[in-house]
């Protein structure tokens, strides 16, 4: 069974960077598409940037200051956020479309002065 398990969050300083990372399991490879979304407290889940193979297509949450990397060796894919702003505040979940739509549990990111 295909399970993703998303980490690195925390409590962060405006203007701090922070990456995340999300573990796929139950799969020999890492999953042509992939993505990450959040959710803050109070709003629906918005899409945030995604990965085909190696291209890389932002939401307009994500231009600018968020990338994605995949390692394939490791069967993982990492967010990471640079000049982290309070309105960047939620949890963070990547997916993987396969036959179906898997998504992890989330992490939490707290960014407060």
């Known amino acids: 069974q295909v399970q993703l398990v998303e980490s690195g969050g925390g409590l962060v300083r405006p203007g701090e960077s922070l990456r995340l990372s999300c573990v796929v399991s139950?799969?020999?490879?890492?999953?042509?598409?992939m993505g990450w979304f959040r959710q803050a407290p109070g709003k629906e889940r918005e899409f945030v940037v995604a990965?085909?193979?190696?291209?890389?297509y932002y939401g307009e949450k994500g231009k600018g200051r968020f990338d994605m990397a995949r390692d394939n060796a490791k069967n993982a894919v990492y967010l990471q956020m640079n000049t982290l702003k309070p309105e960047d505040t939620a949890v963070y979940y990547c997916n993987a479309v396969l036959a179906i739509v898997y998504w992890g549990k989330g992490t939490l990111v707290t960014v407060s002065s």
């Open positions: 139950g799969r020999t490879s890492t999953p042509y598409t």
């Open positions: 990965m085909s193979g190696e291209t890389v």
